[in-house]
């Protein structure tokens, strides 16, 4: 299968992992990675890379034109604690970005979208456990604002224009290739690395705050999935629930130490635990597992395993 794809903020988190996984989809040249900074050695020497800022509508068409792109996964945001920082710019970037691209397919000149939500689109007054897929949305932060906005315009773009925009609310994503981007579920990175340099942890959460996340193999599978689906199965075009796991900072101590048992933990929240205290303990998938045959894989013990071997390498 051979289409023309362009990853926006391919150097994150996320992006250089999707980025690597599609290129062996679909092939090196077929995927062209851009962000505004140089990413890795990895992403750079697999394939083509731009440099590019998705608030330039005219530069974000431009590298759409001459490299013939099909399709669109646009990564770049700015995330939920960096945002509470700079509100106006978070704002500015995680909107104007996506309508760039959502205009770029309402005028035909791509052919389909992948946009990410979050679990922030939730707030204080949805349901904590289990949190369904049509429910109270309320968020409360910068970053949930953004977001659950960006997934009443997928919708419209989609009902209006007839756009093929697909989304997936990601939960936190622990991954080891890359260093996490601002979030508040980075503690769950953070923490391995700190557990293998024999150090003690400060960690900005208290020791039960539960929130969903996902092992980043199962975000690249869903991703890829959900874009491969056929448009008549995707029945929600603002933003599926996705699910992998629930723990608290307590649980994956415990985990760690079944490898490190004398590793040691220490609590000291901070702006990001009212984030936290914001945000569903568990999410409800079955929309996605209806829809596009989602499941996740990965547990918290598999994911402790696969993180501990590999940054331990
Ligand atoms: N990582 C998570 O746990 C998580 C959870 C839920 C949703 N998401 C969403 O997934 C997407 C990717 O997240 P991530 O964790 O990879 O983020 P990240 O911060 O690691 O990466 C974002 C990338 O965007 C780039 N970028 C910033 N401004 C840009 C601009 N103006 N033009 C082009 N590139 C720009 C950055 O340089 C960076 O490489 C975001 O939309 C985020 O909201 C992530």
Redesign the pocket.
């Given at each position: 299968m051979r289409k023309s794809i362009l990853i926006?903020?391919?150097?994150?988190?996320?992006?250089?992992e999707l980025t690597l996984a599609l290129r062996e989809r679909y092939g090196n040249d077929q995927v062209v990675a851009?962000?505004?900074?140089e990413?890795n050695e990895s992403l750079m020497e697999s394939g083509p890379f731009e440099i590019?800022?998705?608030?330039?509508y005219e530069a974000v068409e431009n590298i759409v034109m001459h490299y013939e792109i099909e399709e669109v996964y646009?990564?770049?945001?700015?995330?939920?604690a960096?945002a509470e920082k700079f509100p106006m710019r978070a704002w500015d970037?995680?909107m104007n970005?996506l309508f760039h691209v959502l205009n770029l397919a309402k005028e035909k000149k791509i052919n389909k979208v992948f946009?990410?939500?979050?679990?922030?689109v939730f707030g204080p007054t949805t349901p904590k456990e289990g949190t369904p897929q049509h429910t109270i949305m309320e968020p409360s932060t910068v970053?949930g604002i953004s977001?659950q906005s960006g997934e009443r315009w997928c919708s419209y773009y989609f009902k209006k224009y007839g756009v093929d925009v697909r989304s997936v609310?990601?939960?936190?994503?622990?991954?080891w290739k890359?260093?996490?981007?601002?979030?508040t579920?980075?503690y769950a990175i953070d923490i391995f690395h700190t557990a293998l340099a024999n150090k003690k942890y400060k960690c900005f959460l208290n020791e039960g705050t539960k929130l969903p996340m996902?092992y980043m193999d199962d975000?690249i599978r869903a991703t890829i999935a959900i874009m491969e689906c056929d448009a008549d199965k995707i029945t929600e075009r603002s933003s599926y629930n996705l699910a992998g796991m629930s723990f608290t900072p307590a649980e994956i101590t415990n985990c760690i130490r079944k490898q490190f048992p004398s590793f040691e933990i220490e609590y000291e929240p901070d702006f990001r635990q009212e984030i936290a205290d914001s945000w569903p303990s568990s999410i409800d998938d079955s929309a996605a597992q209806r829809d596009w045959d989602w499941k996740s894989q990965f547990d918290l013990d598999q994911t402790t395993e696969e993180m501990l071997r590999n940054l331990g390498k």
């Open positions: 926006i903020g391919a150097c994150g988190q996320i992006g250089t851009s962000d505004i900074r990413g590019l800022d998705a608030t330039n646009l990564m770049a945001a700015m995330l939920s960096t970037l995680n970005s946009w990410p939500s979050s679990i922030a970053y977001k609310r990601y939960p936190g994503l622990i991954s890359t260093l996490p981007g601002g979030g579920t980075d996902m975000a």
